[in-house]
C-alpha cells in the first residue's frame, strides 16, 4: 500500500507562491532597480570626496612651503651638493651648486620607481642606481634610463649667505 504524502498543492501547480506575502517583492526588475539606485548612491556620496582631491591637486601647482635653511653658501664649494629634507622630514632632496652664483635643488626620489637619486660630480649628472636613470643637473629633465618625468624642483632664494629652499614645483610639463 503507498503511503499517501500530505501535499498542500498539485505537483504540476508551479504557480503556488506568486501571491503569498512579499514573494514577489524583489523580481528581475526591482532588483536591478536596486542595483542602480545603490550604484548612483555610491556614486553620489563620492562627489565630496573626488572634489577635495581636485582642489589639492590643482593647489599643488608652485605651492609655497615655509622656508627652510638649507646651508650656508660658505659650506657648498662649486660642483659640490648637500641632502636635505623639504618640504617635510620624510621628503628627501638634494641641492647643487653648479656654478659660483647658481643653485639648483629638487626632491631626489627618481621618477620612475622613487627610488633615491644621487650627484655624480665627475659627469655633472644625477643617477638613479636602481634602473640606471640619468638626470640632467640643469633642468632635472631625464636623459637615459626609464624615467619620463622631470625631477619636481624645489625653488631656493640665497639671503645673506644662506640657502633657503621656498617652494615645491610639482606637475611642471
Excluded at 499517501?4 to 507562491?17: M, Q, R, S
Excluded at 640606471?132 to 634610463?145: I, K, L, N, Q, S
Aim: charged share 30%; hydrophobic share 40%.
Amino acid at each position: 500500500m503507498k503511503d499517501k504524502v500530505n501535499k498542500p498543492f498539485a505537483e504540476d501547480n508551479y504557480t503556488h507562491n506568486i501571491h503569498r506575502n512579499m514573494e514577489r517583492k524583489l523580481d528581475r526588475r526591482g532588483f536591478m532597480k536596486t542595483l542602480v539606485g545603490a550604484a548612483g548612491l555610491f556614486a553620489v556620496s563620492s562627489l565630496p570626496w573626488g572634489a577635495v582631491a581636485a582642489k589639492e591637486l590643482i593647489g599643488l601647482g608652485n605651492k609655497e612651503y615655509p622656508r627652510k635653511k638649507i646651508v650656508d653658501v660658505k659650506n657648498l664649494a662649486v660642483g659640490d651638493a648637500v641632502d636635505f629634507k623639504y618640504p617635510a622630514d620624510h621628503d628627501s632632496a638634494i641641492l647643487i651648486r653648479l656654478k659660483e652664483n647658481k643653485y639648483v635643488a629638487y626632491q631626489n626620489a627618481c621618477t620612475h620607481l622613487r627610488c633615491p637619486v644621487f650627484w655624480e660630480k665627475e659627469k655633472g649628472n644625477m643617477i638613479c642606481p636602481c634602473h640606471f636613470g640619468v638626470f640632467d643637473a640643469e633642468t632635472g629633465v631625464p636623459t637615459a634610463g626609464p624615467p619620463r618625468r622631470a625631477l619636481p624642483e624645489i625653488e631656493v632664494v640665497v639671503e645673506g649667505g644662506t640657502i633657503y629652499a621656498v617652494r615645491v614645483k610639482r606637475y611642471e610639463t
